[in-house]
């Protein structure tokens, strides 16, 4: 076995059919360094059976506009491609999966389903609607993150500084290479769904009023040649350079990340062993593994992750002592959407956001915390913080963005800090603050011509 066990959690045992072992993709929307796919394939190999691919193809996936599936199923075409050539059928099944992928398991004769791994609250629902309805035995696999979630910790880690030690000390067992897939041995005659990403998104009913980004382009070749230009070009001024967004020096995978397009443990790996500054790489990969995967290890751990309820006491204590301070300045959701605030940073940061479907990181934390200051109540905040993430970033509807939410407005995963009016003792962060540490003139400049700020 390739696949280490404990990427592995046998969900249900069941009955299996005689026919394919099926992958469920969803989250990891890749054919290359996909520890479920592999398993999966694995799984297949071990008793002579065929494999293929299934992603259900929902159009309500919540703040998902057509930006976002522009982006994704444009990615999903060429995995389609990729894996019909490793004689691998990909099937894409328009629908709510608990409608549709119980009659493909039923049709098919599905011996074994493998599902990727997801703390996402609507694919956890998913996940359990389907298993109700069939009968089949059912693994789910983390080829999300480098530590597996569920190896990591069994808890809701207090903060980075104490999953960052359990991580490290588990990183040698995870972070090793990874096999390649191979041309599946086994086939039967099914052929699978071509993936006509332009028909599917004319027809796919969902909000086109957030269009698609043109400055990135989706898939797995077009992820890996983004990494390639970040470890050669960027790689070394991020461990000074990340939080100006005026330098641009972020690497931009989050869009890959988030979607799946490229595996982190092969980005993981492929900063590891890349030539820049040691200071450079452990600064990206603190980022890139211990808070992405914190990240994960809160919304697994706090069902109720985008909500007041799930800030730390200290955080619920101070914010509720101060909702009745006055807010200096209130806005609604469609004043934020649209940027008409009278602060000039964060409306750039608002039309970078609105306009390209990603903010600067540094930025995240700014906007999301003058949100607090500008509406009545923290779970106005949350509610308009979500809503604007969700619906504009092509990263969003992703547990980075719920946790750097929960971070920047309850606390999560932070210390209370001086008491100040509406913030109580949450951190806080000014114009100012941010002037002192980049030219907030050229920030704006930048994001009016439309470079990338
Ligand atoms: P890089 O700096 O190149 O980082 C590389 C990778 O490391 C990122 O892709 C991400 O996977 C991980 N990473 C970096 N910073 C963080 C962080 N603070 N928390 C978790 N993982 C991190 N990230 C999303 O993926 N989706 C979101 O919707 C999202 N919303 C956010 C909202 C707020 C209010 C805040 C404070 C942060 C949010 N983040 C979100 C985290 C972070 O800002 C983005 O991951 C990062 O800016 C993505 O750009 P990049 O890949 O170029 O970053
Ligand atoms: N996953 C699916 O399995 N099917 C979908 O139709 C789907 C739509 C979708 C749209 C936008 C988006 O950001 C994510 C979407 N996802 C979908 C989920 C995605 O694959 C990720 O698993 C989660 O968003 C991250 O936790």
Not at 236 to 254: A, F, G, M
Not at 274 to 284: L, R, S, T, V
Not at 320 to 344: G, I, K, M, V, W
Not at 368 to 373: D, N, V
Request: with cysteine.
């Amino acid at each position: 076995m390739n696949v280490l066990p404990q990427r592995v959690e046998y969900i249900r045992e069941g009955r299996p059919g005689r026919g394919p072992v099926a992958y469920w993709m969803s989250r990891d929307q890749r054919s290359a360094d996909n520890w479920a796919l592999l398993f999966a394939q694995e799984t297949a190999i071990a008793h002579t059976l065929p494999l293929v691919v299934v992603f259900c193809l929902s159009d309500s996936f919540p703040g998902a506009t057509l930006r976002q599936y522009g982006f994704m199923l444009r990615g999903l075409e060429k995995v389609s491609r990729s894996l019909g050539a490793l004689s691998i059928p990909f099937f894409l099944l328009p629908g709510e999966p608990a409608d549709t992928l119980p009659a493909f398991i039923k049709g098919h004769d599905i011996s074994f389903l493998v599902a990727d791994f997801d703390p996402h609250r609507v694919k956890r629902q998913w996940k359990e609607a389907v298993i109700r309805r069939t009968k089949v035995p059912v693994y789910e696999v983390d080829a999300h993150n480098i530590v597996p979630c569920r190896a990591a910790s069994d808890k809701c880690e207090y903060g980075a500084h104490t999953i960052r030690r359990k991580i490290r000390r588990l990183l040698p067992v995870f972070l090793d290479d990874m096999p390649v897939l191979q041309r599946h041995p086994w086939t039967s005659e099914l052929k699978g769904d071509g993936v006509d990403a332009k028909t599917l998104l004319d027809t796919l009913r969902t909000d086109r009023s957030v269009e698609e980004v043109d400055w990135l382009t989706p898939g797995e070749d077009e992820a890996h040649i983004v990494l390639r230009s970040f470890t050669e070009e960027k790689l070394d001024r991020y461990e000074t350079d990340r939080n100006d967004p005026v330098k641009d020096c972020q690497s931009n995978l989050s869009p890959y990340l988030h979607f799946g397009q490229i595996s982190a443990q092969r980005v993981a790996l492929e900063v590891r062993d890349c030539p820049a500054p040691i200071g450079a790489k452990d600064a990206f990969l603190e980022e890139h593994i211990v808070r992405r995967e914190l990240a994960d290890n809160y919304c697994l751990h706090t069902p109720n992750y985008d909500r007041f309820e799930a800030f730390p006491e200290w955080a619920k204590k101070t914010l509720n002592d101060h909702r009745p301070d006055r807010r200096p300045y209130l806005y609604s959701l469609r004043e934020l959407e649209n940027a008409e605030t009278h602060d000039e940073l964060w409306n750039a940061a608002q039309t970078q956001m609105a306009k390209t479907g990603k903010m600067h990181g540094y930025l995240r934390m700014y906007w999301a915390k003058k949100i607090l200051e500008w509406t009545a109540s923290p779970e106005e905040a949350i509610s308009a913080a979500v809503c604007l993430n969700d619906r504009y970033e092509l990263d969003g509807r992703d547990p980075n963005g719920y946790t750097g939410i929960a971070w920047s407005i309850g606390g999560v995963h932070d210390r209370p800090w001086g008491e100040r009016n509406v913030f109580g003792k949450i951190r806080y962060m000014s114009y100012n603050g941010c002037a002192s540490k980049f030219s907030v003139k050229r920030y704006i400049e930048a994001v009016r011509s439309g470079t990338r700020g």
